[in-house]
């Protein structure tokens, strides 16, 4: 059974850094392609970072590119977002997502960024609130 597990939120002042961490069972890490949505009250839900564990390959939206990291931890099967210099636009609830075979999934940022139904499993999600 797939498992995502997200931690890591909280209430960070602008120009402040938090990591989130998703913690992932239930399914073969390598070959994998896992991503990070966000989704802020009366918005629709975008995503903010994806990867694909079997290259290390990455995408950014635009938004986050330059502040956020994405990055795998394969020996503990855990996904993390590090985030600095947030802003008040960064406040969403984040949730981390997995294809689990998902070459087919990396394939297409190629052409189109990716996109919540590329993605099967969802976490539950974890807060993160930048204000002053």
């Known amino acids: 059974q797939v498992q995502l597990v997200e931690s890591g939120g909280g209430t960070v002042q602008p120009g402040g850094s938090l990591k989130l961490s998703c913690a992932a069972s239930g399914f073969s890490f390598n070959g994998a392609s896992m991503a990070w949505f966000r989704q802020a009250p009366g918005k629709q839900r975008e995503v903010v970072a994806a990867?694909?564990?079997?290259?290390?390959?990455?995408f950014y939206s635009d938004s986050v590119k330059g502040r956020f990291i994405i990055s795998q931890d394969n020996a503990k099967t855990t996904l993390h977002l590090q985030m600095n210099n947030l802003k008040p636009d960064d406040t969403a609830q984040y949730c981390c997502?997995?294809?689990?075979?998902?070459?087919?999934?990396?394939?297409?940022?190629?052409?189109?960024?990716?996109?919540?139904?590329?993605?099967?499993?969802w976490g539950q999600g974890t807060q993160v609130t930048v204000s002053s």
């Open positions: 997502a997995v294809e689990v075979d998902g070459m087919d999934t990396c394939a297409a940022w190629n052409f189109r960024p990716p996109k919540s139904a590329d993605f099967h499993y």
């Open positions: 990867i694909y564990i079997g290259s290390a390959r990455t």
